[in-house]
Structure formats: structure tokens, C-alpha cells
Nanobody
Framework: QVHLVESGGGLVQPGGSLRLSCAASGNIVSIESMNWYRQAPGNDRELVAS???????NYADSVKGRFTTARDDDRNTAVLQMNSLKPEDTAVYYCNARIRRIGSLSSREYWGQGTQVTVSS
């Protein structure tokens, strides 16, 4: 079994910062990618940031210059540092990872349970 657990959501004023964390646990052989998605009420889930095994990161245009993601492969963790937050960043944020488990020849996607981020004055 593999589990992803997010933490760090909450309520913040516009212009503020939050740091989300994602921890993967279980019988993991390798993590190909660790990604952050978000879903606001009435909207589709959208990709916010992603990292690949070589550590390179990509961001949605809406968060470039404000959000930064990084991963620690020794700890199987990822973080999403969110600065200059705007009300439109309000959403449930999900950690997503493509992971190969012990005993498996291929990788598959896993999702965390999500953490609420609310940006409001």
C-alpha cells in the first residue's frame, strides 16, 4: 500500500503565504513525479505545479513567480510554497504522485486526501 498525506492548508489573508507538504509512505520503489493540483468549487481540477525525477519543476501560468515546489527523494516528500496569495487561489489542494511499488513492474498514480486553502480578508 502507498499513501499520500498533505498538510499545511488553512486560512490566510490576500498577499500572505502558506506552505503545503506532501508525504508519501508505503512500499515505494521509486517516485517518478510529484505534483500539486487544486480544485475550486464549480471548477475542474487543475495542475498547479509538478516535479520530475530530475528535480525540474513546471508551473501553471496563474501561479508562476508566486509558487515554488520542491521534492526530497530521501524522505519521499514534496512541498508547495505559496506566496502572494490571491482570493482566486482558494481551493482544495491535492498532492499527486506517480509511484512504483515494491513487486510492481509499472508505476501508477496516487492521490492525497486534499487540504483546504482559503485566501480571504
Amino acid at each position: 500500500q502507498v499513501h499520500l498525506v498533505e498538510s499545511g492548508g488553512g486560512l490566510v489573508q490576500p498577499g500572505g503565504s502558506l506552505r503545503l507538504s506532501c508525504a508519501a509512505s508505503g512500499n515505494i520503489v521509486s517516485i517518478e513525479s510529484m505534483n500539486w493540483y487544486r480544485q475550486a468549487p464549480g471548477n475542474d481540477r487543475e495542475l498547479v505545479a509538478s516535479t520530475t525525477v530530475d528535480g525540474s519543476a513546471n508551473y501553471a501560468d496563474s501561479v508562476k513567480g508566486r509558487f515554488t515546489t520542491a521534492r526530497d527523494d530521501d524522505r519521499n516528500t514534496a512541498v508547495l510554497q505559496m506566496n502572494s496569495l490571491k482570493p482566486e487561489d482558494t481551493a482544495v489542494y491535492y498532492c499527486n504522485a506517480r509511484i512504483r511499488r515494491i513487486g510492481s513492474l509499472s508505476s501508477r498514480e496516487y492521490w492525497g486526501q486534499g487540504t483546504q486553502v482559503t485566501v480571504s480578508s
